[in-house]
């Protein structure tokens, strides 16, 4: 039996390939594609809404489907953990329906996000550049945020980082104490730079997306996820078996 997925923002770049990998794979079904002013009404029966429309349109569309009892892969930028936490409030005790917020489907960009919440308890000095298309709308980006998030968290017992003159502008967004520099530049895919200084050293933990072919294997991955999700669940990594456990 195929999952029955309705694609909201259908006629962006990331709502095109998503409809592609979903009609080329046998346990999906493309139920329906909606653009970001479309009728949201059009993906009931759906057994997934998948959002990746924009930041100002993506809460209503999650809003809807959850109150249409409809499980939903969020794509789009934008979530912040105060949203979240709003999010979160309004289907607990709900276990009926689950909503999954990936801010980055790339595999790499979430193996580089979790090996830069290792590294943060090791160094007080950290920062983030990231650089987008031009065309991206919103900034800092999504992962941005979500890393800045998790360095925040890894690093709740030692305290925020270092970020002198953060009175400046040119210092960057803070984001749970961390710098956060956003290009938008033409000729850019997405790439993020995550930099810890250290006593006599600096270390770069980069990512740097080269095509949207990169995003595949994680769509695929939520998408699957989606169906039986419950709750609110955040970040492609909370889906993904790492495999630490086998080395012991």
Do not use: C
């Amino acid at each position: 039996m195929t999952t029955k997925v309705a694609v909201v923002g259908a006629t962006g770049k990331m709502g095109q390939l998503a409809s592609q990998i979903i009609e080329s794979a046998n346990d999906l079904e493309l139920f329906a594609q909606i653009d970001s002013k479309g009728e949201l009404s059009d993906m009931l029966g759906a057994d997934i809404a998948l959002d990746v429309t924009l930041p100002a349109v993506s809460q209503g569309v999650v809003e809807y489907a959850v109150a249409n009892g409809i499980n939903v892969l969020v794509g789009t930028s934008g979530w912040s953990s105060e949203r979240i936490a709003a999010l979160e409030r309004t289907i607990t005790g709900n276990l009926s329906v689950g909503v999954i917020i990936v801010p980055n489907f790339s595999i790499g960009s979430v193996l580089a996000t979790s090996f830069a919440a290792m590294a943060a308890r090791f160094y007080d000095s950290i920062e983030i550049i990231e650089a987008h298309h031009a065309s991206k709308l919103d900034s800092p980006s999504g992962t941005a945020v979500r890393t800045a998030e998790l360095i925040g968290n890894a690093r709740v017992d030692l305290g925020p980082v270092i970020a002198p003159h953060a009175d400046q502008r040119a210092r960057g967004q803070q984001v749970s104490s961390v710098p956060i520099h956003s290009l938008r530049m033409q000729g850019v895919v997405a790439k993020q730079d995550v930099i810890f200084g250290g006593n006599g050293e600096v270390l770069t933990l980069s990512h740097e997306t080269l095509a949207p072919a990169a995003y595949e294997q994680g769509i695929l991955l939520a998408l699957r996820a989606a169906k039986t999700a419950q709750g609110v669940i955040v970040g492609l990594d909370k889906l993904i078996d790492f495999g630490a456990s086998s080395a012991s």
